[in-house]
C-alpha cells in the first residue's frame, strides 16, 4: 500500500472508509419480510464421530479439521460475486448473514440473541446518507464544480448556501514540542483551513516522523480531522499545495466513491461532526488570498524554524452548500454460541467482519482477504470447538463466535456489539479477531510463512506469551509484531474489530497479513487466496483459543495501552 498517496488514506479501512461510503447505482435494492424464528436446538452433527484417543494431544487433533478444502468450500461462496461485495445494509450483506447464521446452525452451535426473529442475528438501525445534488463553493465572483475543484467527506455537511470565515491552522498538527493550534485560541464553531502533508527538514525527511519517515501527520489526514474535532471545530478545509499531486485526476479517481453513500448509528448520525472538504489548489490560494510563491515561502519558514510560524495569509470568505439526504436501513452481526464447562461463566470472543464494500463503477468487490477469509476462519473454528465438545473435549469457557457488519464503513458492527453486549463485557476475557489472513504482502514475498499479530502486548503479557507458545509449539510461523510500535503511521491497531474490545480493557490479538495490490479492489477473489498459509494462519488462531479457553486461571490484564 502506497500510504503517502490521498487516495490510500481516503480508501484505508476504519474511519476513512466510514467517511467514503459507496453507491451501486446497477444494483437492484430488495427488501425481504423477515420470518419469525425459534431458537435452533439441533444436536451437533458430529456427535457421533469416534472420540480422540485420551492420550491424543487434544488441540492438534482438533485443529486438523481445519482445513484448505473446507476454507475454500465457505469462501468460494461467501466471496462470490452472488454475493455483491456483501455492502452493509445491502442485498449481499443479508445473504451472508443468513449462510453464517445456517451455519452456526447446522453445528448446533446456539443462537443468542434474545428477543430476535431469529437468535443468531443481532439487528440493529442505522442512517444511510448521500451527497445530494447541488453542492456549490463561490468565493467572491467565482464559482467552482463539486467533483471537479472540490469535494467533501463526512459530516453532515451545509444544506443551505452558508458563508464561512477559514481560520488557517498550518498543517492542523499537534503534539509535544508541535502546536498549530496554540496560537490560534479557542476554535470551537470555527471553520478550519488546513495543509495536507506535514512540515520537512533542511534534508526534505519529515520533521515529526520517526527516522524520516512520515509521521501520522503526514500519512493520514483523518488524525488532522480527529484532531479539530477534539478541538470543537464545525468544518476543515485541506488543501495540497504539493506540485506533484493531481487533484483533477485524483478528485475523478474518487468519484465513485465520495458518490456512495457513508453510514453512521442514528444517533451519531444526529451529533455534529465536522465535514472535510477537499479543495484544488487553485481554489485554496484563492482562500488564503495568496499565491504559490508565499506558500513556499511559509513552508520553508517552518522548516527552518522546525516548528509553526506566523503565517502572512488572510483567509476569504466563501459560500459553501454541500446538502446531503439520509434514509434509516438495519443490518446485523451474527453470533453463535458455545457453552463452556467449569468455567462457562467467562467468555472468549472469536471475531471477523463479514461486510466488504459493494459494486463499485460496475465492479463487484468480493473482498475474498478482506475479509472473507477471517469470516470462514471463524466458521472453521467453530466446526472444531463443536467436534471436540461432541467428543467430550469441550472447552472450560464459553465461546463466543462473532462476525460482524459494518466494519468497512468504521469498525460499526463490533461498536454496536461491544455498547450492546449480549453477554458481560466484564465476564470477556479476550478477543481474538482475524481480518485478512489469506494473502502474502509484499514484505513477505518468497520468505517463510508468516502472519502479523497487533495488540497482543497491549493489556495482557500472558496473552502475548501464549500465542507465541502455541506458535512455538505447532505452527512455527513467523510471527511479525512491528505493527505494535506506537509509532505505526498505519495505525493498524485501531482499524479492526478487535479495537471496540481493546477499548474497553479486554486483551485482544489481531491476526493479519498485511495489505497488498487488491486491498479494497476488484482483484481481492478467492483465486489470489493461499490457502495453504491460510490454513497454519487460521490454526495459530484456533490453538491459541484452546490454550486461553482451556487454562486454569483467565489471563491478567496488567498493561494499558489501548
Not at 437468535?119 to 444511510?128: E, G, K, N, S
Not at 516548528?307 to 459553501?320: A, E, H, I
Not at 506469551?465 to 510500535?485: E, G, H, S, V, W
Amino acid at each position: 500500500m502506497n500510504t503517502t498517496s490521498l487516495l490510500t488514506w481516503l480508501l484505508a479501512a476504519g474511519v476513512a472508509t466510514s467517511a467514503v461510503a459507496q453507491q451501486a447505482p446497477e444494483k437492484v435494492k430488495v427488501k425481504t419480510k423477515r420470518k419469525a424464528k425459534t431458537e435452533v436446538t439441533a444436536t451437533p452433527v458430529l456427535e457421533t464421530a469416534t472420540p480422540a484417543p485420551a492420550t491424543a494431544d487434544l488441540p492438534l487433533s482438533y485443529a486438523e479439521t481445519i482445513t484448505q478444502a473446507d476454507l475454500r468450500q465457505h469462501l468460494s461462496i461467501l466471496a462470490s460475486d452472488a454475493y455483491e461485495g456483501r455492502e452493509t445494509g445491502e442485498k449481499g450483506q443479508k445473504m451472508a448473514a443468513e449462510y453464517i447464521a445456517k451455519q452456526f446452525a447446522e453445528l448446533g452451535l446456539q443462537g443468542p440473541v434474545q428477543g430476535s426473529d431469529n437468535p443468531y442475528l443481532q439487528h440493529f438501525t442505522m442512517v444511510r446518507s448521500t451527497w445530494a445534488d447541488g453542492a456549490t463553493l463561490k468565493i467572491g465572483k467565482d464559482s467552482y464544480k463539486w467533483l471537479t475543484d472540490f469535494y467533501a467527506l463526512g459530516g453532515n455537511g451545509f444544506a443551505q448556501e452558508t458563508s464561512v470565515q477559514p481560520v488557517f491552522a498550518g498543517y492542523g498538527i499537534e503534539q509535544d514540542g508541535y502546536s498549530d493550534y496554540a496560537a490560534l485560541g479557542d476554535v470551537k464553531g470555527k471553520d478550519l483551513l488546513i495543509l495536507l502533508g506535514e512540515p520537512q527538514n533542511d534534508k526534505g525527511a519529515a520533521l515529526l516522523g520517526k527516522d524520516g519517515q512520515n509521521s501520522k501527520w503526514g500519512q493520514d489526514f483523518r488524525a488532522k480531522l480527529t484532531l479539530a474535532a477534539q478541538k470543537g471545530a464545525r468544518s476543515v478545509f485541506f488543501v495540497d499545495f504539493n506540485p506533484n499531486s493531481n487533484f483533477e485526476k485524483l478528485a475523478a479517481r474518487m468519484t465513485p466513491y465520495i458518490s456512495r453513500p457513508s453510514i453512521a448509528f442514528k444517533e451519531a448520525s444526529q451529533t455534529t461532526r465536522p465535514t472535510a472538504y477537499f479543495v484544488s489548489p487553485a481554489v485554496g490560494y484563492k482562500l488564503l488570498g495568496t499565491t504559490a510563491p508565499a506558500v513556499t515561502k511559509y513552508a520553508a519558514a517552518v522548516s527552518k524554524a522546525a516548528k509553526p510560524t506566523v503565517s502572512p495569509f488572510k483567509p476569504t470568505k466563501v459560500l459553501v452548500k454541500a446538502p446531503k439526504k439520509t434514509e434509516d436501513f438495519t443490518t446485523e452481526n451474527v453470533l453463535g454460541y458455545l457453552e463452556g464447562t467449569d468455567l462457562k461463566d467467562e467468555v472468549m470472543v472469536l471475531s471477523a467482519h463479514y461486510d466488504h464494500i459493494g459494486v463499485i463503477g460496475g465492479e463487484v468487490h468480493n473482498g475474498a482477504d478482506d475479509d472473507g477469509s477471517g469470516t470462514v476462519t471463524v466458521l472453521e473454528m467453530a466446526q472444531a470447538f463443536v467436534k471436540a465438545k461432541a467428543e467430550g473435549h469441550g472447552p472450560r469457557r464459553s465461546i463466543l463466535f462473532l462476525t460482524v457488519t459494518g466494519e468497512e464503513k468504521g469498525l460499526l458492527g463490533s461498536e454496536y456489539y461491544t455498547d450492546h453486549p449480549i453477554f458481560p463485557l466484564e465476564k470477556t476475557m479476550v478477543d481474538l479477531n482475524t481480518d485478512m489472513v489469506g494473502r502474502t504482502d509484499k514484505d513477505h514475498e518468497g520468505k517463510d510463512d508468516y502472519v502479523y499479530v497487533i495488540g497482543s502486548d497491549k493489556l495482557s503479557s500472558e496473552l502475548h506469551t501464549i500465542l507465541q507458545a502455541q506458535n512455538q509449539k505447532y505452527t512455527k510461523m513467523d510471527l511479525d509484531f512491528r505493527f505494535n510500535d506506537p509509532e505505526d503511521p498505519n495505525r493498524f491497531y485501531y482499524r479492526s474489530d478487535h479495537y471496540n474490545f481493546a477499548k474497553h480493557g479486554i486483551p485482544v490479538a489481531f491476526f493479519f497479513n498485511g495489505v497488498h495490490d487488491d486491498y479494497h479492489g476488484p482483484g481481492d477473489e478467492v483465486e489470489k487466496i493461499e490457502f495453504p498459509k491460510m490454513e497454519k494462519r487460521a490454526r495459530l488462531v484456533f490453538y491459541t483459543a484452546w490454550d486461553l479457553a482451556n487454562r486454569d486461571k483467565r489471563i491478567v490484564v496488567d498493561s494499558n495501552k489501548k
